[in-house]
């Protein structure tokens, strides 16, 4: 079957780092998303793997091993407007997104 | 219009009654897609459309109809509603296949 998992609540302090990790288990493989959802908001797009390694994009980077099924989203230097959810995603063979339950990330000061 | 709208942002309904939520984009995206959110679970595909004028069902279609008569609309239809359809709703678009998707603010539907 398919599946992504994903911890569902962590906690972190304003300047410091996090790792939210996802691991996935999916029909063929085109790629991850990452999401970033505030309360009561849309989710907006983050970043996408396709191939192995690590993407950056300012504070944010996003690493993936396909042979291992894991992605992690690394969050530096946070601050408190980053608290929010964080939603993995996965593409299928048939270009349709899985999604995990998400990540809430707690920011405290 | 910049992106996707949605409306309403939310209603509170009677169980039984129909309802159609409306989505409309100008980013002349060839696909959408209409997801449910609840607490505790990832987005769930209710609908989607490739192409105008083309459907398909998702992972939880039972309940629901959608019509794609032009490319910028995507309404999406509970026929006769339940309180099971308490959720908040997503409509989301993306230019093609791998792309990111974007995302409406919701609708907020209660069922009573």
């Known amino acids: 079957g398919q599946n992504i998992d994903q911890p569902t609540e962590m906690t972190a302090t304003e300047g410091a780092i996090v790792q939210i990790n996802c691991t996935y288990q999916?029909?063929?493989?085109?790629?991850l998303f990452w999401y970033q959802q505030h309360a009561g908001e849309a989710p907006t797009f983050l970043s996408y793997?396709?191939l192995d390694g690590l993407e950056e994009k300012g504070r944010f980077s996003s690493f993936l091993s396909r042979s291992k099924g894991y992605s992690y989203l690394l969050l530096k230097e946070l601050q408190m407007k980053d608290s929010a959810s964080y939603l993995c995603?996965?593409?299928?063979?048939?270009?349709?997104?899985?999604w995990g339950a998400g990540t809430k990330l707690i920011i405290k000061p | 219009i910049a992106g996707i709208t949605q409306a309403p942002t939310s209603q509170i309904l009677a169980a039984g009654r129909r309802m159609t939520l409306r989505c409309t984009q100008d980013?002349?995206?060839?696909?959408m897609y209409w997801y449910r959110q609840d607490l505790g679970l990832g987005l769930r595909l209710i609908h989607y459309?490739?192409?105008?004028?083309?459907?398909g069902k998702g992972e939880v279609p039972d309940g629901y109809s959608v019509s794609r008569a032009n490319t910028d609309d995507f309404p999406l239809t509970l026929a006769s509603a339940v309180p099971s359809q308490t959720s908040v709703y997503f409509c989301?678009?993306?230019?093609?296949?791998?792309?990111?998707?974007?995302f409406g603010n919701g609708t907020r539907l209660t069922v009573t």
């Open positions: 995603a996965t593409m299928d063979s048939n270009y349709q997104l899985i």
């Open positions: 980013m002349r995206h060839n696909a």
């Open positions: 793997n396709v």
């Open positions: 999916t029909s063929g493989f085109n790629g």
């Open positions: 989301a678009s993306s230019g093609d296949s791998n792309s990111p998707l974007h």
């Open positions: 459309s490739n192409t105008a004028g083309t459907t």
